[in-house]
């Protein structure tokens, strides 16, 4: 199905700053809404349930598992994540642009559903770079870091399956096109036509 709204999948090996990057986009472009995900892992900081993610117990995720509600889900690091299918659907449907940060699997997932979902994978500029993020963030342990490394070459392997990929050298820059790709999917012939629909039969374009 063709909907009016984007939808912005955007994947990141741990410590490339796909999360910075996003909140970046969403407060320079207020038609990009996020996408909240399901989550069985404990609350980091200043996150709050309902904002960041959506906080649930293993039962209640089994529960949503069975019952078919999510768009895709995988397991990371040990923890799971999910995505509710008709909140999605509900958004775009209504001709939001949403974004979705998520893992590599379940990227490809939606894809697999959505075929019109834009799919984004963000790079470090280097393995140094990335350890250095990691350590820097102050959040793992040395046993986590070098599991999250090791993850990191997994999914780094599979960024050919993405529509684009930013490098996040320079993080001005990275935010210029992460901003850009969201703005030319606006452009696209099709989503053109919806959103301009009276200038398209003006003009005797079908």
């Known amino acids: 199905m063709d909907y009016p709204g984007n939808l912005i999948v955007v ?17 320079l472009d207020s038609k990009v809404q996020p996408s909240v995900s399901h989550t069985t892992r404990a609350p980091r900081g200043q996150e709050n ?6 906080f649930t117990s293993q039962e209640e995720f089994d529960a949503m598992v069975k019952a078919g509600a ?19 659907e509900d958004r775009i449907a209504q001709g939001a642009d949403v974004v979705l940060e998520i893992d590599f699997q379940g990227a490809i997932q ?64 990275a935010v210029f096109d992460l901003k850009a790709i969201v703005h030319a999917q606006r452009l696209k012939f099709s989503a053109q036509r919806r959103a301009r629909s009276d200038t398209f039969k003006s003009l005797n374009i079908g």
């Open 70 to 88: 999510f768009l895709e889900w995988a397991e990371v690091h040990g923890n799971r994540y999910g995505t509710s299918k008709k909140a999605i």
């Open 110 to 173: 939606i894809k697999q559903i959505f075929a019109n979902a834009v799919l984004i994978f963000i790079l470090p500029p280097s393995w140094e770079e990335l350890r250095s993020r990691l350590e820097r963030r102050g959040e793992d342990s040395p046993e986590v870091i070098e599991l999250r490394l090791k993850n990191a070459a997994v999914e780094m392997a599979q960024a050919s399956k993405f529509d684009f990929v930013i490098i996040n050298e320079l993080f001005d820059r």
């Open 49 to 54: 349930h309902g904002r960041e993610y959506f």
């Open 11 to 27: 994947a990141a090996p741990s410590g490339a700053g796909k999360s910075s990057l996003v909140k970046a986009l969403l407060e």
